[in-house]
Structure formats: structure tokens, C-alpha cells
């Protein structure tokens, strides 16, 4: 049974920085494709950065280029998304995401746009300015 909990939310000033982590069970990274997305109120869901394990390609979303890193530690079964420089228009509820999916065609640009398979609760950051 795929698990994501995702943690590491929490107020912050602007220009801060948080990292977020997603602990996954139930099954092993390796072969998973992983990212991190995210929901301001009212708005829809959007990609964040996606790491793709068919051919590991990485996504970033322009939004957050240069500011926000994604990374795993696969020997622990945990993905994390590194945010520094964090703005207020960086608030919202953040969830990890996996897919098994690695087709050619799933490249990290295409989870991002279009979601993944196995989703965790999210887990708010709030930038205050």
C-alpha cells in the first residue's frame, strides 16, 4: 500500500526558508518517479518540481527557478523539496507525489503538468510579508 506524509509546513517571513519532507512506505523510490505540488487558496493545483524515473529528467516550475530544490534519500525512502527565498505568493498547501509510470513519454514536465498517480496529505506553508 503506497503511504506519502508529507511534514515540515509552518509560518515563515518572507525570504526564509523551509525544508519539507515526504516519508513514503509501503514501497521503495527507486523506481518511482517523485515531486512536489502545490494549491494557493483559490487557485488550482500546480507543479512545483518533479524528478522523473524514466529518464531523469527534472522540472522546475518558473515560479520557483533558483529558489526551491527537490531531492530523495532513497536509502531512507524520503523526498524532500528545499525553499529558500520564500515569498508570500509561496503560501499554500504543499503535497508530495510518486508515480510508477516511466514510459518515455514521463518525463518530469509531463507529471508536473498533469499529476501524478499517489498523492500524500498536504502540508501548509504560510509566507507572511
Known amino acids: 500500500d503506497v503511504q506519502l506524509q508529507a511534514s515540515g509546513g509552518g509560518l515563515v517571513q518572507t525570504g526564509g526558508s523551509l525544508r519539507l519532507s515526504c516519508e513514503a512506505s509501503?514501497?521503495?523510490?527507486?523506481?518511482?518517479?517523485i515531486g512536489w505540488f502545490r494549491q494557493a487558496p483559490g487557485k488550482e493545483r500546480e507543479g512545483v518540481s518533479c524528478i522523473s524515473s524514466s529518464d531523469g529528467s527534472t522540472y522546475v516550475s518558473d515560479s520557483v527557478k533558483g529558489r526551491f530544490t527537490i531531492s530523495s534519500d532513497n536509502a531512507k525512502n524520503l523526498v524532500y523539496l528545499q525553499m529558500d527565498s520564500l515569498k508570500p505568493e509561496d503560501t499554500g498547501v504543499y503535497y508530495c507525489?510518486?508515480?510508477?509510470?516511466?514510459?518515455?513519454?514521463?518525463?518530469?514536465?509531463?507529471?508536473?503538468?498533469?499529476?501524478?498517480?499517489?498523492w500524500g496529505k498536504g502540508t501548509l506553508v504560510t509566507v507572511s510579508s
Open positions: 509501503g514501497f521503495t523510490l527507486d523506481d518511482y518517479a
Open positions: 507525489a510518486v508515480d510508477q509510470r516511466a514510459t518515455p513519454r514521463d518525463t518530469a514536465t509531463i507529471l508536473c503538468t498533469y499529476g501524478m498517480n499517489y
